[in-house]
């Protein structure tokens, strides 16, 4: 029992972990001197001469930094060099900002304070923030706290006079919880979960991020953004649909914690605005169809704490957190 409650502790902080990235604030200014000296990588396609951002790395291991995706509005165009400790990123001086990605430490956005110069060199520092938030110390002393209060309230259990032991009826609940959901391409989405528990029993969730734009677009692009061969003209307006509907089957382990696997039907769509109005959706970074999803929960009292993982044709992938009742 007590393994399988700091398994669960855990998992619920490595979940509060993810969405680690982050900029080191004043870390980005102007390099006096450092300026493009790479010929292969003077212009962008639109003929532009390229500024060079050095990004310095914090707590990121040479895995992590080869693994970083960089993107901009649709007119902003990179080149990239992994570098000893620090990526050189070539890129598009005009660029009003940069979203940084990972596929284990999520992403963050960053807004440059100021324009940049072709031909100039910049830097910033990015830090990796995720061991950092984590005290294994406090929570080994919590769980000691715990365990030496459980001993104490057996212990008191044992003075009590012998009773007539009256046979257990299996308790049954009904949950509610508030999910919100953080998905591979540091998306949220927000949702409710519905159901009803015995020694087995059911659930249903549905989950939105409220944004519906994307379900009816009406043109269709790749990573390259271009349609039927030619490069229309964008606002930089990135709009992005989550939809989702699973429904599924729960089993108690223990008293407090039950297992819990699903299937259902989600929609996870990308699509930028063009300067008419209309929309282009990204056929590669979105997908419809079948969800697979695999979690737990743990009741205390009246409390419930669910943890789900929630694949899209294993394309987008979900780590969902859920806070309610079980009465």
Avoid at 224 to 248: C, Q, R
Avoid at 282 to 311: C, I, M, P, Q
Wanted: include cysteine; glycine fraction near 8%.
């Amino acid at each position: 029992m007590k393994k399988i409650f700091i398994l669960f502790i855990a998992i619920i902080l490595s979940t509060a972990a993810m969405a680690q990235l982050e900029v080191k604030k004043d870390s980005f200014k102007l390099v006096e001197g450092f300026v493009n000296i790479n010929t292969d990588k003077m212009y962008d396609e639109n003929d532009k001469p390229y500024a060079v951002l050095k990004i310095k790395t914090e707590n990121i291991n040479a895995k992590q930094r080869r693994e970083l995706t960089f993107k901009g509005d649709a007119r902003t165009f990179f080149e990239v060099e992994y570098e000893d400790g620090e990526v050189w990123l070539y890129m598009s001086y005009y660029a009003s900002y940069i979203k940084i990605s990972h596929p284990d430490l999520s992403s963050t956005e960053f807004w440059f304070p100021f324009d940049m110069k072709p031909k100039c060199g910049y830097e910033l520092t990015l830090v990796n923030l995720s061991e950092s938030n984590i005290n294994e110390e406090m929570i080994m002393s919590r769980l000691d706290e715990l365990e030496t209060a459980t001993k104490a309230v057996a212990e008191k259990q044992s003075e009590t006079p012998t009773v007539i032991e009256v046979e257990k009826k299996d308790e049954s609940y009904n949950l509610l919880t508030l999910n919100i959901a953080y998905n591979n391409y540091g998306k949220l989405s927000y949702g409710v979960t519905l159901g009803n528990m015995k020694k087995m029993g059911w659930f249903i969730n549905a989950m939105s991020n409220f944004n519906f734009k994307g379900l009816s677009t009406d043109f269709e692009c790749g990573n390259d953004f271009l349609v039927d061969g030619n490069y229309p003209f964008y606002t930089g307006k990135e709009v992005y649909t989550s939809l989702s509907a699973i429904g599924g089957v729960m089993f108690r382990l223990t008293d407090p914690i039950a297992l819990r696997i699903g299937v259902g039907y989600g929609i996870r769509t990308t699509a930028y605005e063009m300067t008419d109005g209309k929309y282009v959706k990204n056929t590669d970074v979105s997908t419809s169809g079948v969800e697979v999803s695999a979690g737990a929960h743990y009741r205390f009292g009246k409390l419930v704490v669910s943890l789900d993982f929630v694949t899209t044709n294993f394309k987008y992938y979900e780590a969902k957190l859920g806070f309610g009742m079980g009465y």
